[in-house]
């Protein structure tokens, strides 16, 4: 059984900083790519930043490329998201996200809050 799971989240105010991490369960993400999306209200779910989990190779949105940093843990099995000069348009539930065998797998969420 897949699991991830997200932790992290919080309020923080415009310009501040916030390090999400996403823990597998059930699965070794040496083989896969994981990613981030997020889902403010009233908008879809959008795509953040991914990594290969394998090679460290990362990509990233046009919102996040220079101000957030995906990056993992080979050894914990886990993912972060760092993200920095956060902006209140940055506010949303954050997601962990990987495929495994052509089956899709997300975390429960994580809730970002920028506000002053």
């Known amino acids: 059984q897949v699991e991830l799971v997200e932790s992290g989240g919080g309020l923080v105010q415009p310009g501040g900083s916030l390090r999400l991490s996403c823990t597998a369960s059930g699965v070794t993400l040496n083989h896969h790519v994981v990613q981030w999306f997020r889902e403010a209200p009233g908008k879809g779910r959008q795509f953040v930043a991914g990594i290969t989990f394998s090679s460290g190779s990362t990509f990233h949105s046009a919102s996040a490329k220079g101000r957030f940093n995906i990056y993992r843990d080979t050894t914990k099995n886990m993912i972060y998201l760092h993200m920095a000069r956060l902006e209140v348009e940055d506010t949303a539930v954050y997601y962990c996200?990987?495929?495994?065998?052509?089956?899709?797998?997300w975390g429960q969420g994580t809730q970002v809050t920028v506000s002053s």
């Open positions: 996200n990987t495929n495994v065998d052509d089956q899709e797998y």
